[in-house]
């Protein structure tokens, strides 16, 4: 396998033969890393840590190391992390604690952009971008699809639901509903539908207006959120869509971005 004459890779790691761990890179013990995983350089990874295949990490990247989390105690926890992720200069992710079922997980086919932090316990799905600079707290859930802008931060607790786009420099306090445009500052609120990503992967012009229509109702209508949950039931076509973001508001913990 290419290991660079640099890299320090500890004798229990686990890396498969066509990985390749670039020039400085330090892995830990109990670490695995999958076929075609690339590590350019500067990496730093911290098991126990599991890493699935054709993954590229970007120069000085952080992984699997201790949360920041003041109650982690150096309890056992893991990082695992999936396929075809794109982890990009300076990301750093951390790894569960006892309070969030000691692991952290991400999925596959995402791309998180320099300097973006995925926090202890904190699970994303899959073709989710972190853009620069944004911080997921811990225990937030990330469904698949979600784009988040750069400079925007999520508390500890939130979900984000799929296909959701969320603007920059967003703070995001409650759930952010799926298939949302959902932006501003100091406080965020809902534009509709993410009509533009959901056009680019193939959802229909009923499936976008029945959104469009559920989230007015939810938004513009004056109602209360039971009411308006009542008016989307009887008013707007059915649809798995509208049926899913129906279930993601009544599922809600901390609420939503209304």
């Given amino acids: 396998m290419p290991i660079h004459p640099t890299a320090i890779v500890d004798s229990k790691a686990r890396i498969a033969q066509s990985a390749e761990i670039g020039p400085y890179s330090i892995i830990g013990p109990e670490v695995e890393i999958g076929r075609s995983t690339r590590l350019m350089a500067n990496n730093y990874v911290e098991g126990p840590t599991w890493i699935g295949e054709d993954n590229v990490f970007f120069p000085y990247s952080t992984i699997g190391v201790a949360s ?22 300076f990301v750093t992710i951390h790894r569960g604690t006892r309070g969030g079922g000691l692991i952290t997980c991400v999925g596959n086919d995402n791309l998180l952009m320099t300097y973006s932090h995925v926090g202890h316990d904190a699970r994303i799905g899959d073709h989710v971008i972190l853009g620069s600079s944004v911080g997921l707290a811990g225990h937030v859930t990330i469904d698949d699809w979600a784009d988040l802008s750069p400079f925007s931060g999520v508390h500890q607790f939130c979900r984000i639901g799929r296909h959701a786009f969320i603007g920059p420099y967003t703070v995001v306090k409650q759930d952010v509903l799926p298939y949302s445009l959902t932006s501003g500052k100091p406080e965020a609120g809902i534009f509709g539908a993410n009509s533009i990503g959901l056009e680019r992967r193939g959802y229909s012009t009923e499936v976008i207006e029945a959104l469009q229509t559920a989230f007015r109702l939810l938004t513009r209508s004056q109602l209360n959120t039971t009411q308006a949950i009542e008016r989307i039931s009887s008013e707007v076509a059915s649809c798995q869509e509208v049926d899913e973001l129906v279930a993601f508001i009544r599922a809600s913990q901390r609420g939503f971005i209304k």
């Fill in 68 to 89: 920041q989390d003041l109650k982690y105690k150096g309890e056992r926890a893991e990082t695992r992390i999936g396929d075809r992720n794109q982890i990009r200069e």
